[in-house]
């Protein structure tokens, strides 16, 4: 597939740009607008439509496409439908209009994160289907609310439900990360998120005097054994050319709340910290871990979660994983150079890998910055378009793995 000029843009860019002018944006997502955009592609492509209200006003959206073999187990593609916040004054263009420069960039927030994907399933079905295919696997398109904080109204809850159950998922694909270079980078695990606050409490009184066993004192101590704890990783991770960011533990302070006045001690005062745990860490040492930096800061600095991700799990790659298999042979079968590595940060792959199906997340776009959550998100339509191609070599060889062991 190649890129038009403006007087005729390939049709599944003006589709693209049409899903990014809706209005999916976190802390108040139009999300009714995103399920009747979703109910009529799955009118236009024949496919069936059902929506399972997983909270109220929190709809997944899941489009079927039947395959020949209904003994086997599906393919599962999954996206998330609302997008993260803008700085508008930030942006060169309006993050909601979808504009196309002259040399084919797309600027809209969600045209990476993830947006582009969802319109790329939907691209390739078409495709596929309009070619007269079919294969023996059903491929479900799920379209999923609230990832971008965190899923709980999303896949969280979709993955307990029975409609979950009956889709019988045995493979998924999901979101990961552009590439600058050349090749496609695969994400296999991610790291857990662990958001802590800390909480010290110690004398209060006039802020003229030298109280001893104050709560600052205690929480900057912890500070301290975190941020240090941060530089070792960091370092560990610099010194190691076969590290990658998601194979090490980060942490960043990211909140410092207490105090109400200059000459006042304050009793409490807390410090919240957002850790990604890479999945190779012994959680329950981990935890002991962050005990024993608060007893040793003194009496009274005790510990919360915010969130505390407990089931880490590794999709693996090598050809016993029979999904890999034919995932990373249709991509060589392309040309395409992969990197495989653990994602960073978290998506809603965490939720299906927790309950037993394995998934790759994968964003197809190389030669591109990584800018989801950032400025001027961006995408060109060339490597857009280059997407739907690399999902119709893709879709087909993952719906026609052959029945494995535990199917027949
Ligand atoms: C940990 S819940 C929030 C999930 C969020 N996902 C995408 O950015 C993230 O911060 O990784
Ligand atoms: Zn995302
Ligand atoms: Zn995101």
Redesign the pocket.
């Known amino acids: 597939m190649t890129s038009k000029g403006p007087e005729e843009e390939h049709p599944s860019v003006t589709l693209f740009r049409q899903y990014l002018r809706i209005r999916t944006v976190q802390p108040k997502p139009d999300y009714g607008a995103a399920v009747a955009f979703l109910e009529e592609r799955a009118r236009q492509l024949g496919l069936s439509c059902q929506k399972v209200e997983v909270a109220p006003g929190y709809v997944v959206t899941v489009l079927t496409w039947p395959g020949t073999n209904p003994t086997l187990s599906s393919i599962l593609l999954n996206s998330h439908t609302d997008v993260v916040p803008v700085f508008k004054e930030c942006w060169s263009h309006d993050p909601f209009e979808a504009f196309k420069d002259s040399e084919g960039y797309i600027y809209a927030r969600g045209a990476q994160d993830m947006k582009c994907i969802s319109i790329q399933y939907l691209e390739a079905v078409r495709m596929l289907k309009m070619e007269g295919h079919q294969f023996p696997r059903t491929i479900h398109m799920t379209f999923v609310p609230d ?4 899923g709980h109204q999303g896949m969280e809850l979709f993955v307990q439900r029975p409609e979950f159950q009956a889709l019988r998922a045995g493979f998924a694909l999901d979101e990961g990360l552009a590439n600058p270079t050349d090749a496609f980078t695969v994400f296999y695990s991610e790291r857990s ?1 662990w958001w802590v606050r800390v909480t010290s409490t110690g004398k209060p009184g006039h802020g003229s005097r030298f109280i001893e066993d104050t709560a600052a004192e205690k929480l900057h101590k912890v500070v301290s054994s975190i941020l240090a704890f941060r530089e070792k990783e960091w370092q560990r991770l610099q010194s190691n050319p076969h590290l990658k960011e998601g194979a090490v533990t980060s942490v960043n302070l990211t909140k410092l709340e207490g105090g109400v006045a200059y000459n006042v001690v304050p009793a409490t005062m807390s410090a919240s910290f957002d850790f990604r745990v890479a999945p190779d860490v012994d959680l329950k040492a981990f935890e002991e871990q962050l005990q024993s930096w608060c007893q040793a800061a003194g009496e009274g600095v005790t510990f919360e979660f915010g ?1 505390k991700w407990m089931q880490p799990q590794v999709t693996p790659t090598d050809d016993s994983n029979p999904w890999w298999a034919a995932f990373s042979r249709a991509c060589k079968d392309m040309n395409l150079t992969l990197e495989p590595e653990i994602l960073p ?3 809603d792959s965490r939720y299906l890998r927790a309950v037993g199906v394995p998934a790759l997340g994968f964003s197809p776009m190389n030669r591109t910055p990584v800018l989801l ?1 950032d400025h001027d998100e961006r995408l060109h339509e060339a490597v857009f378009l280059r997407g739907v191609d690399i999902y119709t070599r893709l879709l087909p060889a993952l719906a026609s793995v052959p029945a494995l062991p535990s199917e027949s």
């Open positions: 990832e971008e904080v965190g998120p969130q940060a978290a998506t959550h």
